[in-house]
């Protein structure tokens, strides 16, 4: 099921735009090394981390970036502007063991673990987990030749998302003066993120009297919609693009609802352009709502072995896999 449903008479599909990535340098020397000085012939799986932004220019979205810090236990070296994504790394012995890996199996195993984390409550105090990603690799030390698979999964709604209005600027719904509450309280969110970096998912909440904005963690939502019993302005996703504006994509059911915790929105960093799709990390953003109003319901909803993985060897599962080869 969807959450909310819509009820537009022409609603008009919620398009993704997939993620790409992005292999730094520095990260295929550090793979370099751990693979001569502490991997050796093991494939077992390593837990990484990666960082993206918001869309820098509106000609390109931002990758997901893998840099020579992604090693580090804590995620203090990524940039305070960008979101952290963990990930698992596996790690190929040869060529042929790269591209023999059941790649679809792979995906599946690391979707049924974001999908574990929504089911227990986990992405609420770590929504960072909604990000999570794969990454295969082969590295040949000899030719200096670097092999990389990526996958971002995804899980699909059924029916399928919809945007019952076009979307407009936050700007045009709320004064500057509210604009610079959101900036001042999205910064202090930032600085308290365990995950480190910037907050990839937020709840939003307005106080019309105060004329205030307020960035909280997103378990707050949860809070806001378990004691309005399902009542919170679930339909309401706050975009901040590239240009410091945000966008408020609307469903049909809850719109504008007051509560007595003032106008609550859900927000995420979107790495995508905005220009008429909206950001792959949403996609599993909309599964932990799903999952959080059918607990309320008594219903089940996107159980594991109907949640779609998008992701393929070749890349051409909606651009949500991607592959490559580089020299370093």
């Known amino acids: 099921r969807t959450f909310p449903s ?18 730094d340098a520095g990260f295929l020397s550090q793979l370099g090394k751990r693979k001569l000085r502490e991997y050796g012939l093991s494939d077992a799986p390593v837990e990484i981390h990666a960082s993206y932004g918001r869309c820098p220019r509106m000609s390109a979205s931002s990758p997901m970036c893998v840099g020579p810090e992604a090693f580090d236990a804590s995620a203090d070296g990524v940039p305070p502007s960008m979101c952290v994504a963990p990930g698992t790394l596996l790690n190929a012995n040869t060529l042929e063991d790269f591209k023999e890996w059941d790649k679809s199996a792979r995906l599946e195993a690391e979707a049924a673990r974001i999908w574990k984390d929504i089911c227990s409550g986990e992405c609420w105090a770590k929504p960072s987990l909604l990000s999570r990603f794969l990454l295969l690799t082969f590295a040949d030390l000899k030719s200096h030749k670097y092999y990389y698979w990526f996958a971002f999964p995804a899980f699909a709604l059924s029916p399928p998302p919809t945007i019952a209005s076009v979307p407009v600027a936050l700007t045009e719904v709320v004064d500057e003066s509210e604009m610079q509450t959101l900036r001042t309280s999205y910064e202090e969110l930032r600085k308290s993120n365990a995950s480190g970096g910037a907050p990839g998912f937020f709840a939003v909440r307005r106080d019309a009297a105060a004329r205030t904005l307020t960035a909280l963690p997103l378990s707050h939502w949860r809070e806001w919609w378990r004691a309005e019993g399902g009542a919170a302005n679930a339909g309401h996703t706050d975009n901040t693009d590239s240009t410091g504006d945000s966008h408020k994509k609307r469903n049909t059911d809850q719109v504008d609802k007051v509560t007595p915790f003032g106008q609550v929105w859900l927000g995420y960093c979107d790495p995508s352009t905005g220009a008429g799709a909206a950001g792959w990390p949403l996609r599993n953003l909309l599964a932990l709502i799903a999952h959080e109003a059918a607990t309320r319901d008594g219903t089940d909803a996107l159980p594991s072995s ?19 080869a580089v020299g370093a």
């Not at 022409?10 to 993620?19: E, H, I, S, Y």
């Open 6 to 23: 819509a009820m537009a008479s022409d609603p008009a599909l919620l398009r993704f735009v997939p993620l790409s990535a992005a292999i």
């Open 306 to 324: 109907e949640a779609a993985a998008e992701g393929s060897a070749e890349g051409a599962a909606e651009g949500a896999a991607s592959s490559g």
